[in-house]
């Protein structure tokens, strides 16, 4: 089954990661795919490898954005999806201004520039050219993260800006809905998915402290194990395909069954 055979997607942060993982599914169910990031030299390799299209778009700077979605409206002649997938956490340089006694603003608005921001310019620009599809209308997702829901003591920046990201997917749907245009917007909020993002955090790879590391985070998990970016794609996909027709202002929690609260094993 091809389920986004026709369509147009452009994923931002699609160098590495989620945004790869989504781009390769994309592409496997049929799409033309724009990917997009601020290493250039990485996400166009990615890209050649699976047969998509890249360009520069740093998601902090409007410019990039205008030219991205025209790069888009002259390859494709129309942009059904878009991912705004593009994110920092914020953690892994400045760990010491993350919590609430000691934020640093200006740490603090590079975050939400990156996370926030770019979302905002993403939603922007999408609305516009999903306007002139014939027939109107397209699936704006965006990532969130558990981060976004429960408070995060020692990661305030990141935990704001997913926070807002989840209040914008909806206001952007009701807008859509009032403007009558079939432009779905949904947002994916994953936790504890292995990407390049955690590393800073585990410690070399193959190591004793780096296994001890990794349980210790999943320990609160029901399902004991990290996610996967492949997992996040597949919910991806389908907010991208016709299935999810009836679909917006809608949240997907993808954490292994943490936000529903403690899974205590039987004995």
């Given at each position: 089954?091809?389920?986004?055979?026709?369509?147009?997607?452009?994923?931002?942060?699609?160098?590495?990661?989620?945004?790869?993982?989504?781009?390769?599914?994309?592409?496997?169910e049929g799409a033309s795919v724009l990917m997009t990031d601020i290493q250039d030299e990485k996400c166009a390799g990615e890209a050649r490898a699976i047969g998509a299209e890249s360009v520069h778009l740093d998601v902090r700077e409007e410019s990039d954005w205008a030219s991205a979605f025209l790069f888009t409206r002259e390859k494709f002649g129309r942009l059904d999806i878009v991912v705004n997938n593009a994110g920092i956490a914020g953690i892994d340089a400045q760990q010491g201004h993350n919590n609430p006694e000691h934020v640093d603003l200006a740490h603090f608005r590079d975050v939400m520039r990156t996370n926030l921001e770019g979302v905002v310019l993403g939603c922007k620009y999408a609305i516009s050219t999903m306007r002139q599809n014939d027939p109107k209308g397209g699936s704006i997702i965006n990532i969130g993260s558990r981060s976004g829901i429960v408070g995060i003591p020692r990661a305030v920046p990141y935990a704001?800006?997913?926070?807002?990201?989840l209040n914008h997917t909806r206001s952007v749907a009701l807008y859509c809905a009032e403007e009558g245009l079939n432009i779905r917007c949904n947002v994916i909020q994953p936790a504890a998915i292995l990407t390049p993002m955690w590393e800073p955090m585990l410690g070399q790879l193959g190591t004793h402290e780096r296994k001890v590391i990794e349980e210790a985070?999943?320990?609160?998990?029901?399902?004991?194990?990290f996610g996967t970016p492949e997992e996040v794609a597949e919910i991806a996909v389908y907010l991208a395909s016709d299935a999810s027709a009836y679909t917006t202002g809608s949240a997907f929690n993808l954490d292994g069954g943490i936000l529903a609260g403690a899974a205590r094993p039987r004995v």
């Open positions: 089954m091809s389920r986004l055979a026709g369509k147009a997607a452009l994923v931002t942060g699609a160098a590495q990661g989620i945004g790869l993982a989504i781009a390769h599914a994309f592409v496997r704001a800006s997913k926070a807002a990201v985070i999943v320990a609160d998990c029901p399902l004991k194990r």
